[in-house]
C-alpha cells in the first residue's frame, strides 16, 4: 500500500543540526497527518512531532523551539529540521503516515533512521 523511506540520520556533536526527510511511495491513497516518533534503546517510541494534512504543527515539549516539522513541495513527503542537538536526542527517529482508507485510517511507518548526539 504504502512505503516510507527515511533518510538524513547521522552522528553529530551536540548543538549541531540535522534535517530528516521521509518520502511516501507506492498506492499511497489519501495521506492525513505525517509525523516523526523516536525510540532509544530500553524506551518506549515516542511522539517528537505531527503535521496536519491542513498544516499545523504539534510538537513535544522536550523538542519545542529546536524541531521543525514541514512538508515540502512534494506533497508525500515530511521533513524535520533539527538545531541545537542535545545527546538526550539519541535514537531511532522513524516516520510516520496516517493512510486513509475509505472511513479508516492506518499507519505507516518508516524503516527508521539512526541520530546519534555526542556531547
Known amino acids: 500500500q504504502v512505503q516510507l523511506v527515511e533518510s538524513g540520520g547521522g552522528s553529530v556533536q551536540a548543538g549541531g543540526s540535522l534535517r530528516l526527510s521521509c518520502a511516501a511511495s507506492?498506492?499511497?491513497?489519501?495521506?492525513?497527518?505525517m509525523g516523526w516518533y523516536r525510540q532509544a534503546p530500553g524506551k518506549q517510541r515516542e511522539l517528537v512531532a505531527v503535521?496536519?494534512?491542513?498544516?499545523?504543527?504539534y510538537y513535544a515539549d522536550s523538542v519545542k523551539g529546536r524541531f521543525t516539522i514541514f512538508r515540502d513541495n512534494a506533497p508525500n513527503n515530511v521533513n524535520l529540521q533539527i538545531h541545537s542537538l542535545k545527546p538526550e536526542d539519541t535514537a531511532v527517529y522513524y516516520c510516520?503516515?496516517?493512510?486513509?482508507?475509505?472511513?479508516?485510517?492506518?499507519?505507516?511507518w518508516g524503516q527508521g533512521t539512526q541520530v546519534t548526539v555526542s556531547s
Open positions: 510516520n503516515a496516517r493512510i486513509q482508507v475509505d472511513w479508516n485510517e492506518y499507519n505507516a
Open positions: 507506492g498506492s499511497t491513497g489519501s495521506i492525513n497527518d
Open positions: 503535521i496536519t494534512s491542513g498544516g499545523n504543527p
